[in-house]
């Protein structure tokens, strides 16, 4: 009799720059029974401030199944995500997944959510220039 799991869990640990390059490519998903983005602009900057003072920001579920070719809506970046075997589905910490990849990628500065900038001189996540700059 199988006990339901195909795999065993396991920690794995993923760079910043890897985690938003598998949400850009579609790799990661978002289950359609997750709730909504919810977070605020202001709870984003909270997110940045910490990883920037390298701060713990907590860690994610994500879920290794198989995933169908789709568009992918994940705050206001859409993907055209190929059908992979091993997609990550987010069972726990879509708010900071969707705030990471969309505050660092110039698609998601569509949403004043993500349109932010980093004050090198005042060490602060501030509003981006409104010169289309990053």
Same mark, same amino acid.
């Given at each position: 009799? #199988? #006990?339901? +799991?195909? $795999?065993?869990? *396991?920690? $794995? $640990? &993923? !760079? +910043?720059?890897? +985690?938003v390059e598998l949400a850009w490519s579609g790799h990661i998903r978002v289950p359609h029974f997750q709730r909504d983005f919810r977070w605020t602009r202001q709870d984003v900057i909270r997110l940045f401030d910490s990883v920037v003072k390298r701060y713990p920001v907590g860690s994610l579920l994500l879920w290794r199944r198989p995933a169908p070719a789709q568009r992918v809506m994940l705050g206001a970046l859409q993907i055209d995500a190929l059908q992979v075997d091993q997609a990550l589905w987010v069972v726990d910490g879509q708010q900071r997944v969707t705030s990471l990849a969309n505050a660092l990628h110039p698609d998601g500065a569509q949403d004043p959510r &993500?349109?932010? !900038?980093?004050?090198?001189? *005042?060490?602060?996540?501030v509003n981006r220039p409104g010169t289309g700059e990053p």
């Open positions: 009799m #199988s #006990s339901g +799991l195909e $795999t065993r869990p *396991g920690a $794995t $640990t &993923f !760079g +910043l720059d890897d +985690l &993500f349109d932010l !900038g980093y004050d090198v001189r *005042g060490d602060q996540i």
